[in-house]
Structure formats: C-alpha cells, structure tokens
C-alpha cells in the first residue's frame, strides 16, 4: 500500500532560506584582506568573528569607504562635526576598528517577516544569523527573503484550501473557487458566514509566496422552491 507523500512546508522562518556557507573574518584581519575577500566573494559585507566563531561585529563597504573619501583632503570643522564616526573610520587599520558593533543578528527560528522589518528599520542588506551562544551560523540577505515569492502558484492555492479555506468554509468550502496567478490568490464563490471574509483574507495574505488577496465571496442565496 502507498503511502501519501508528506506536503511540503513552505519556507516561514531564516532558518528555511539562509545561506549556511559564510565566509567571515576575524576582528585583526587587515584593511587590505578585507576589501580582498569581499571581492572574492562579491558580497558587500562580513561578520566579524572572535573566539568560538561568535558575531562581534559586521564590517561593510561603508565602512571602508571613509578611507577613500578622506584620503586627500583635510576635512572642514564642519565635516568634522557632521562625519566623526566616518573619520574614525578613515584611520582604521583592521576589522576591529572598522566594524559596526554591537553586530544586528537574527536566529534561524526568526519568522521571515521578523527578519524583514530588522532589516528594514535598521537599514541593513543582510543579517548574520547566530544560535544562542552568538555563534554564526549562516548570513540571510534581501534576497534570500524574497526567495519565499518563487513558490508554484499551484502550491499556494494547496495550502490556501488546506489552512484558510477548509478549517473556515468547512460546509462550503468544496464549492469556493481559489485562483492564483503570479502570486495573486483569487477566491471565489458563496459562503453562509461572510464576516469571516475579512479573517480569511489576513490569513491568505500571511501565507509565505503570496503577493495579495482578491476575495470575492458572496453570502449563500436562499432559493425559493419552484
């Protein structure tokens, strides 16, 4: 007898799309092996490690740039007082002086969504992803959240039938049409309890891969008998 494959979960917490492979460097590694290595690797940006591979820091191109920007001139009071922790960072020499301390982090059982705001209040392209000792144990960028988007629109209608409308649409739920196209999940069809329309909406939209929620339903219409 078969078994029924199990269904696939869709990625929701760092952890499903982080990158596990990270190339870091330690916090005397010098201005030069800096610029070096974020060339090899094309990546923008490195965590800062001591000890027992724990996340001290992350120095980014940002934080290199000061060294070019003050390299021939003598900046004016003005600068001086507007730029002070650029020009600190134009005299430094290794990792240590040139990071951002204390390092923004997040764990790999972060939601997503989690991640994205950390990234987008704090204005960061990526994140080292640390366990509970602050040990590094992968990096997740912009583009690794936005990887949830490449889900099959089949896969999506899927888990829109078996998470929203199942468990709410229980006695009508086979008669409600979902459609998803590009992301946009479409539903469909006449329901008997319409104030949970609003509910199923916020529960569409909260699935990984959606883009939005087109909610057509309608209350179930009494027919009279002929």
Request: glycine share 6%; hydrophobic share 45%.
């Amino acid at each position: 007898m078969s078994s029924t494959p199990p269904v696939p979960r869709s990625p929701r917490i760092v952890g499903d799309v982080m990158t596990a492979t990270v190339v870091a460097v330690g916090r005397d590694a010098p201005f030069k092996e800096i610029v070096r290595t974020m060339e090899q690797w094309r990546v923008s940006a490195l965590p800062v490690l001591e000890g027992e591979s724990r996340v001290v820091g992350v120095v980014s191109e940002a934080d290199l740039l000061p060294k070019e920007q003050f390299r021939d001139r003598i900046p004016s009071r003005i600068e001086q007082a507007r730029e002070l922790e650029a020009l600190g960072k134009a005299g430094g020499l290794t990792a240590g002086e040139l990071m951002t301390a204390p390092a923004i982090t997040v764990h790999a059982d972060a939601t997503i969504a989690h991640a994205a705001r950390t990234m987008a209040v704090r204005k960061v392209k990526r994140l080292p992803v640390v366990d509970a000792m602050g040990r590094l144990e992968g990096v997740v960028s912009r583009g690794d959240l936005l990887k949830v988007f490449l889900r099959e629109d089949a896969e999506i209608a899927e888990e829109v039938r078996r998470e929203v409308v199942g468990p709410l649409f229980l006695s009508h739920a086979q008669e409600v049409v979902i459609e998803v196209n590009e992301g946009v999940v479409t539903v469909r069809g006449e329901i008997r309890d319409t104030s949970l329309v609003p509910v199923a909406a916020r529960l569409i939209r909260a699935i990984e891969g959606v883009v939005d929620a087109d909610m057509r339903l309608t209350a179930v219409r009494h027919r009279t008998p002929s």
